[in-house]
């Protein structure tokens, strides 16, 4: 029979879902498994943002307002830009797809590092374009290395900052020297889904550049810190004709009513944003004391997750924190089978990880 799927699809491995965790407690007949593999907002979403869907709920039967008009407008004035440099998303996953789309051809390339998020590698093999991989160095993007894996047929680079799933950061310094040098024919694709978690002050402010009218984009969400992530929704900030262009392949209805609703009333949720980067700092701090003294080396993270190096199966551990009800993620599939990367929890849910850890290793 012919083939019907096209030859670059098969290159692509299916993103693999985690299991729910209703099935995870009855295979292995515990109670209260704690899922710290996602990254997720352990206290949940913001009180405000449970309410405003509550009010919404009822108008469900009606196509939610394809320009997210009060949410955009919303974003403009918190970033100060303007709402026509911004787009919303089904999660930042969507717009990273969207970008891929608009702006790739058949025979050009991405410059990605590795291991890095894993969506970019699938949105360019999706539109049969050629992803240039450049290994990080010390668990970090290299920002020369990429500048210089840029050719004539790099219409793209994607650079995840924080990274996942390392936690590292690149500096203003670095971006600032790597931005000096960039072609303009070059999109470059800064993705900050860990942003409002950053307390260094040598983070880049990307958004400047788009201000300055360059070839930026830069992607944030709504499913970290403002623990929105069930309902997909992430946004990309860019100059306005990048934004236009993207709109051409932008399905109309592509938010949904309760995700934009929910994400304007967690943008204005100060004290959840506060609380919830305050749990994840005291959360680090007591994970990397824990590890230390149990001689365990890990990857310091400006995220919400650490990258641990266990110098051992980290499947096995996983396997085995599971059957203690603590999920978290192997790193096989990013090429680093000895480690797990675990979300910072609450303190009764880090303190569980840590016991559980100790007793697996
Ligand atoms: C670096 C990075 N970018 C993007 C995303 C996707 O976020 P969203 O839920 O907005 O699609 C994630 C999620 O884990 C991520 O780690």
Partial sequence: MKQLVRENILEIEPYPPGKPIKEVERELGIKEAVKMASNENPLGPSPKALEAMRQAISDTNLYPDGSAYYLKRALAEHLNVGEENIILGNGSDEIIRMIVETFLNEDEEAVIAQPAFIIYQIAVKVMNGKCRIVNLRNFTHDLVAMGKAVNDKTKLVFIANPNNPTGTMVSDEEVGTFMNKISDEVIVVF??????????????????????????????TFSKIYGLAGLRIGYGVARE?????????????NTNCLAQVAALAALKDKEHIERSSSINREGKDFIYEELDKLKISYVPSEANFILIDLKQDGKAISQKLMQEGIIVRPMGMYGLPDFIRVTIGTIQQNEKFIKALEEAI
Avoid: C, S
């Fill in 191 to 220: 993705d900050e889904a860990y942003y409002e978690y950053i307390i260094r002050d040598d983070f880049p402010q990307t958004i400047n550049y788009v201000r300055q009218g360059r070839n930026v984009i830069t992607l944030r």
């Fill in 241 to 253: 004709d990048l934004i236009r262009d993207m709109n051409r392949v932008r399905q109309p209805f």
